[in-house]
């Protein structure tokens, strides 16, 4: 799991601006990762907010799968994520519209059906499909919903987070309720290491408790 934030936890402002949270030199480390992944994950929202384009450009490498977890199919068909510069598949529910699933297909994009969850894809289940597909190393990114659904379900082997210099106040959190009633029940990173991207300070450590 990687994300950038501001120093009070905002990984966009109030009106869903994120462009850019981090400097060029934490974001080409950020490319760097995408290039040593199989798959990158977004979540609907950060597509129809940002239309990223998901692929490795800011340094040498082979851009990973980009994955697209849609419950309904919101994403529109002229979204970058669609297009012809990376292999994309895109994790849906029953609920999604068959003509659409259909249509997705006839494009060129693989699309592949699992359960729903409270945040609208079982992430559980749509890692496994990926597994199933032969998809072994993934680099979940965002947005909001898609990061607290991989914490919360302890999903995530190692955690990268980018903290920039920056205060935003209010704004789109990164990562909402865990379920933490007490300090002690909070999710604890182990084997931590911290480094300095330019501005940026790196924290990032092992899961305790994933698998």
């Known amino acids: 799991l990687k994300y950038a934030q501001t120093l ?5 402002t109030g009106g869903g601006d994120s462009k850019w949270i981090s400097s060029p030199e934490e ?6 990762m995408r290039a040593a992944c199989d798959a990158v994950v977004v979540g609907a929202g950060t597509v129809l907010a940002d239309d990223p384009l ?5 340094v040498p490498g082979v851009s990973p799968i980009r994955v697209v977890l849609d419950s309904r199919l919101r994403v529109p068909a ?6 012809l510069d990376a292999a994309t598949v895109v994790l849906t529910s029953g609920r999604s519209d068959p003509d659409r699933r259909a249509a997705l297909r006839q494009d060129g994009v693989q ?11 079982d992430l559980a289940d749509g890692l496994a499909r990926l597994l199933a597909l032969g998809i072994r190393s993934v680099m979940v990114e965002g947005g909001a919903r898609v990061i607290t659904s991989t914490l919360r379900g ?3 082997d190692r955690v990268v987070v980018a903290l920039a210099p920056l205060l935003l106040g209010s704004g ?3 990562v909402g309720d865990l379920g933490a009633t007490q300090v002690a029940d909070g999710l604890r990173l182990l084997d931590r290491t911290v480094h300095q991207v330019g501005p940026d300070v790196l924290v990032a450590g092992n899961v305790d408790g994933a698998g």
């Open 78 to 83: 002229d979204a970058q994520v669609l297009g």
């Open 54 to 58: 998901l692929t490795v450009r800011m």
């Open 111 to 121: 699309v592949e059906v699992v359960r729903e969850g409270p945040d609208g894809i």
């Open 172 to 174: 789109t959190e990164a």
């Open 27 to 32: 974001r080409r480390v950020s490319h760097a």
């Open 154 to 156: 302890r999903l995530a």
């Open 8 to 12: 009070d936890g905002r990984i966009a």
